[in-house]
Each structure stands twice: as structure tokens, then as C-alpha cells.
């Protein structure tokens, strides 16, 4: 079975601090995202990577940055965290060139920023 | 800018009762997914529909993807309370479309009481 694990299920983090949210794969997926999730707003695409060290800014990349070093990781930085951060952030990844495969999903990373 | 609305946006029913939700759009897709998300958990992948006019089945899930390509239904028959969850629908964009970026609606918050 695929498996994405996301570092942290629980994160608070003050405002203005630096926070790393981490993503593996166990798959050997080409393509890895991440969202965040707020009641309302749904599922939001922040940023993703179709290769290593390649990345692409999604809707809402405001704020974040990312990295891709390995194929099987793929982080999103939060250079300084602020309140409007406060969120569900949820990493994919899926297989298809075509970016139209099926996304598997990690359980979810909830970040409060204080 | 593609609009995507899903209906309706919650939904509260008996356990044994039938219900459809909706995900439809004013632009025409190449394809579709639904996911269904339990609290707690990342999205996981039902279906995907990709020939207008197209009806899958999944145990007591009914799928069906407009003869248009511009919306979608999905059907439960016998509803138990394991179907909670929020359902995803999750358009792909015509050929030519980026279809890395795939946007979510905002989902179908289901809750089925014993």
C-alpha cells in the first residue's frame, strides 16, 4: 500500500517563527503537493513537484516556500508563520505524468500559530 | 476561472435513508474524481468517472458523470453510519489544462446517525 507520512500530526508554533512541515512517500511518486484545508474553503493548492527539485507555485503560495532534495520528500517552509496560518496542511502525492492519477494523501498536519 | 460548486454542503440523515450530492461546474472537465474524507484522515480516492454520460457503481455507491462533462452525482442507497464523511469531487481540466493543478471543491460534509 502507498504510504505518505506527514512529520508532525499536531503543531503550535508562535507567530513570526519558522516551521517545517514534512512529507515521505514510500511509493516512488514523480508528483508530491501540498494543500491546507479551512472549513469553507476547502482544499487549497499551495504549491507542488512533479520532479526532484523541481516546483511549481499552486493558488495560494503566499507565505510558503518548498524543497525537494529527495523524490521521496518534499517540505513546505512557513518562513515566518503568521496567524492566517493557522490550518490543516495535507501532502499528496500521485504517480501519473500526466499529473492525472490518483492523489494519495497523508493524514494531515494541524498547525495552530499563535 | 472554472467554478465549481458542490451541494449540499451538509447533509444529516438516518441511517437506511438514500441521498445524492452534487459537484458541478460552468466549464467542462476531461475527467473527474470523488474522494471521501473521514474525520481525522487524509482524502482517499472512490471513483473516477471519464466518459460523459458514465455510471459506475462502488458496493452502494453510484456514480454518475454528466452527458456534458460539466457535473457529477454521486448517490448513496442505504446509508450507514461508515459513509460519514466529506466528499470530495475533484475535476480534471480539459486537454491543454495544467493538470497538476487540481482543484477541490469545498466538499459535502455527510453524517449518517445510527
Known amino acids: 500500500d502507498v504510504k505518505v507520512t506527514q512529520s508532525s500530526r499536531y503543531l503550535v508554533k508562535r507567530t513570526g517563527e519558522k516551521v517545517f512541515l514534512e512529507c515521505v512517500q514510500d511509493?516512488?511518486?514523480?508528483?508530491m503537493f501540498w494543500y491546507r484545508q479551512d472549513p469553507g474553503l476547502g482544499l487549497r493548492l499551495i504549491y507542488f513537484s512533479y520532479d526532484v527539485k523541481m516546483k511549481e507555485k499552486g493558488d495560494i503560495p503566499e507565505g510558503y516556500s518548498v524543497s525537494r532534495e529527495k523524490k521521496e520528500r518534499f517540505s513546505l517552509i512557513l518562513e515566518s508563520a503568521s496567524t492566517n496560518q493557522t490550518s490543516m496542511y495535507l501532502c499528496a502525492s500521485s504517480f501519473d505524468s500526466r499529473g492525472l492519477g490518483e492523489l494519495f494523501f497523508g493524514e494531515g498536519s494541524r498547525l495552530t500559530v499563535l | 476561472t472554472q467554478l465549481l460548486e458542490q451541494s449540499p454542503q451538509f447533509l444529516s440523515i438516518q441511517e437506511g435513508e438514500n441521498l445524492t450530492v452534487y459537484c458541478n461546474s460552468s466549464s467542462v472537465f476531461s475527467s473527474l474524481q470523488w474522494y471521501r474524507q473521514e474525520p481525522g484522515e487524509g482524502p482517499v480516492l472512490l471513483v473516477t468517472v471519464v466518459t460523459g454520460g458514465e455510471v459506475k457503481k462502488l458496493k452502494r455507491l453510484t456514480f454518475q458523470f454528466g452527458d456534458a462533462r460539466k457535473d457529477s452525482s454521486l448517490h448513496i442507497t442505504a446509508a450507514q453510519p461508515g459513509d460519514t464523511g466529506l466528499y470530495l469531487c475533484?475535476?480534471?481540466?480539459?486537454?491543454?489544462?495544467?493538470?497538476?493543478?487540481?482543484?477541490f471543491g469545498k466538499g459535502t460534509l455527510l453524517t449518517v446517525n445510527p
Open positions: 511509493m516512488d511518486h514523480e508528483n
Open positions: 475533484a475535476p480534471h481540466p480539459p486537454s491543454g489544462g495544467s493538470n497538476y493543478k487540481l482543484t
